[in-house]
């Protein structure tokens, strides 16, 4: 790689450096290989599913891509925490069953089963409110399609998604013991499930019946505020730099923010191409908003169907 790892992923708050699933991990995994990056925010593309995504040089790795970051580093020799266990079968259907079950369970706590204040705060808190409620509505959705949610179904699928939860986390806890990681040695394996974890119990409210069923691990809990305290708060154990806890301060380049401390300089081609495209976004996604609204006004049959089909009341 050409120079050092910038890790782009969406804002800190929640008390996390990342508070969001997907980006979580790939931050604890580098953590974990102590490979030097910096972090950027981007506040812009709240639904863009390349985020997060690293970069050093001409090399990126994106989310939707190869399966994911993580397994980008590992195919393409970047960094690989698995290599001595990737062939061991309880591993791999450990993994499975964290990045499946719990995965679900989480997504639908997220966007389905909630106020979705969680979700707001991290996605659209800095977009205009139509746009970020728009987004917002247009996430449940898509939510409700990748877990299979419909009207008719909606309370036999939630028992469903609550009841698998409990079987993984009964499964992790006899698996770790007293254990520091499940494996002897840290894996991505703990990188998404303390991941998973850490968002878990501090994005979600008392509320939370995951969060609940969770806490029921004594284990887990303790691994969790373990590994966090070592590679998310400590910052010994690596070299990556300090982060800003308020993400206004340390917005990402892509934002357009600079730090106060460095002289004003020119902006780049690139710099300058970026800042177009983030307004002309904001526009397209603005237009979107009055479309949908007038459609949603112009027909009796649309609102109907977007009543039933949320089934959900927004503050």
């Given at each position: 790689m050409e120079g050092e790892l910038t890790l782009v992923a969406r804002k800190a708050c929640f008390g996390l450096p990342t508070a969001c699933p997907s980006c979580l991990p790939v931050y604890i995994y580098l953590k974990f290989v102590q490979l030097p990056f910096s972090l950027d925010f981007n506040v812009i593309?709240?639904?863009?599913?390349?985020?997060?995504?690293?970069?050093?040089?001409?090399?990126?790795?994106?989310?939707?891509?190869?399966?994911?970051?993580?397994?980008?580093l590992k195919?393409?020799?970047?960094?690989?925490?698995?290599?001595?266990?990737?062939?061991v079968p309880e591993w791999i259907s450990t993994k499975a069953m964290v990045s499946s079950w719990l995965?679900?369970?989480?997504?639908?706590?997220?966007?389905?089963?909630?106020?979705?204040?969680?979700?707001?705060?991290?996605?659209?808190?800095?977009?205009?409110?139509?746009?970020?409620?728009?987004?917002y509505f247009k996430q449940v959705r898509i939510a409700k399609q990748l877990l299979g949610i419909t009207k008719e179904n909606v309370?036999?699928?939630?028992?469903?998604?609550?009841?698998?939860?409990?079987?993984?986390?009964?499964a992790l806890s006899t698996r770790l013991g007293d254990q520091s990681y499940f494996f002897d040695r840290p894996t991505s394996l703990?990188?998404?499930?303390?991941?998973?974890a850490l968002f878990t119990l501090q994005a979600f409210p008392e509320t939370s019946i995951l969060r609940g069923k969770l806490l029921e691990h004594s284990n887990l809990v303790r691994y969790a505020d373990k590994l966090k305290l070592e590679f998310v708060e400590g910052g010994s154990s690596s070299s990556t730099p300090p982060l800003h806890a308020d993400p206004s301060s340390s917005f990402s380049r892509r934002a357009g923010s600079k730090p106060k401390s460095k002289p004003k300089r020119e902006k780049t081609e690139e710099e300058?191409?970026?800042?177009?495209?983030?307004?002309?976004?904001?526009?397209?996604?603005?237009?979107?908003?009055?479309?949908?609204?007038?459609?949603?006004?112009?027909?009796?049959?649309a609102e109907v169907e977007l009543e039933d089909d949320d089934d959900l009341s927004y503050e």
């Open positions: 593309h709240p639904d863009s599913d390349q985020i997060p995504y690293v970069e050093s040089g001409t090399y990126v790795a994106y989310n939707n891509e190869k399966g994911g970051v993580i397994e980008s195919e393409d020799g970047i960094v690989d925490l698995d290599s001595e266990v990737c062939s995965a679900d369970a989480l997504m639908y706590e997220l966007w389905v089963g909630s106020d979705g204040s969680s979700a707001h705060k991290i996605y659209y808190s800095d977009l205009p409110w139509p746009i970020g409620k728009f987004l309370d036999r699928r939630e028992e469903e998604i609550y009841r698998r939860a409990t079987i993984a986390y009964e703990d990188a998404v499930f303390l991941g998973h300058k191409k970026f800042k177009r495209r983030a307004k002309y976004f904001l526009v397209t996604q603005l237009v979107a908003v009055l479309v949908f609204m007038s459609l949603l006004g112009g027909s009796d049959d």
